[in-house]
């Protein structure tokens, strides 16, 4: 009975590799950072990390985690509401809140499980959720596990945005969500212009700033920081698993009176194990880090910098932008995986794109620039770049060529 079923399932998978939409898995064989080595013995540049700080093998978040370790053991084997919270995640939602300056923290296996936890807790039938057409996956889908109405404006269009919220009166309650950085482009949300629709209009602000903490802003305390918006914007999502070490784990973090109820309702919570102590301990070590080596975001915001103005200069059309991500459009999605393998064999580890990571035809290789790059590593991914247009140039522009869009100064 199961053969048509598996039948269909393969036909399926046929159709992704058809459609150039398979995506492959490489197999590291060292610690993270920006150089690593594949399981072919095979040394590259890596450009596709969210490794922004360089910490996810520093030797002082590699040390907090073995004391972490050493002192709390493994794993709690329990759900936080029985006997899995430990003084480490107490510690730990104090000090990401103390960091980003919000009331009240609450932590999740993931920020996925923090997004899908969200939603369905605080909003009911009588909601509108106005949500960015380009929110990541997390949002939607913790938004198709509610019962809010949903308006998708267009992406980062405020008039479109405005229209919605002015459509949702009956609504007793609105909320606007919106990721921070948007993880294919590195677009920044206009925070400030969204948190001054939401005050006209009663609504409440939802930022997910998983690619902005750690970041941006003077601090690092992410986009809310970067955009001057504290105390305005009601919940933020993120993670621990980009800027901050690189591991796994994520939060919400904003209204006292959200968390608390996010605790006695929200389901990714009450029902997966806890956060394990070592990824805590090494976790609260990361924003120390931040905190006392602001070189590194500088280190980070100027590579990105570097990167966009020598890729502008080879012809390649950069999208304006301040952000270490740097996509790279290429259209089709075959497109993506050829030019990423081709950097693979050049020695540059990036990823291309492709739905439905990313709408069908708008396919692109992004880039991950990390305060771990060196100049010449930027430069030898640059050269790289170059020297695929110039062999591939009826996919990429030609070196020669005029820029089209100007670097961000």
Known sequence: MLAPALSKFQETLTQIH?????????????????????NSQQAVLNFCANNYLGLANHPQIVAAAKAG?????????????????????????????????????????????ANGGLFEVITDEDSLILSDALNHASIIDGIRLCKAQLYRYRHLDLADLE????????????????????????????????????????????????HGTGVLGQRGAGTVEYCAVEGRVDI?????????????????????????????????????????PVIA???????AIIEQTPSLRQTLLDNAQYFRRQMVAQGFDIP???????????????????????????????TGFSYPVVPKGQALIRVQLSAAHTRPQIDQCVAAFSD??????????????????????
């Open 69 to 113: 370790l050493d002192q709390y053991g493994y794993g709690l084997s329990s759900v936080r509401f029985i006997c899995g919270t430990h003084i480490l995640h107490k510690t730990l939602e104090a000090r990401v809140s103390q960091f980003l300056n919000t009331e009240e923290t609450i932590l999740y296996g993931s920020c996925f499980d």
């Open 163 to 210: 229209q919605g919220l002015q459509q949702a009166h009956p609504a007793q309650l609105k909320i606007i969500a919106t990721d921070g950085v948007f993880s294919m482009e590195g677009q920044i949300a206009p925070l400030a212009d969204i948190c001054t629709l939401a005050e006209r209009y009663g609504a409440m602000v939802m930022v997910d700033d998983s």
């Open 388 to 409: 695929l247009a110039q062999r591939h140039g009826n996919i990429l522009p030609s070196p020669l060529a005029p820029a089209s869009t100007p670097a961000h100064p």
């Open 281 to 287: 301990a090494a976790s609260l070590e990361a924003i």
């Open 18 to 38: 058809q459609g150039g939409l398979h995506k492959q898995e490489r197999l590291l064989i060292t610690p993270q950072g920006s150089t690593v080595t594949l």
């Open 320 to 350: 304006a932008g301040i952000h270490p991500i740097v996509p790279i459009r290429v259209g089709e999605a075959p497109v993506a995986q050829t030019l990423s393998e081709a950097l693979l064999q050049a020695g540059i580890y990036v």
């Open 236 to 276: 933020i999502t993120s993670t621990f698993g980009k800027a901050l070490g690189g591991a796994s784990g994520g939060f919400t973090t904003g209204r006292r009176a959200i968390i608390d109820l996010l605790r006695q309702r929200s389901r990714p919570y009450l029902f997966s194990n806890t956060l394990a």
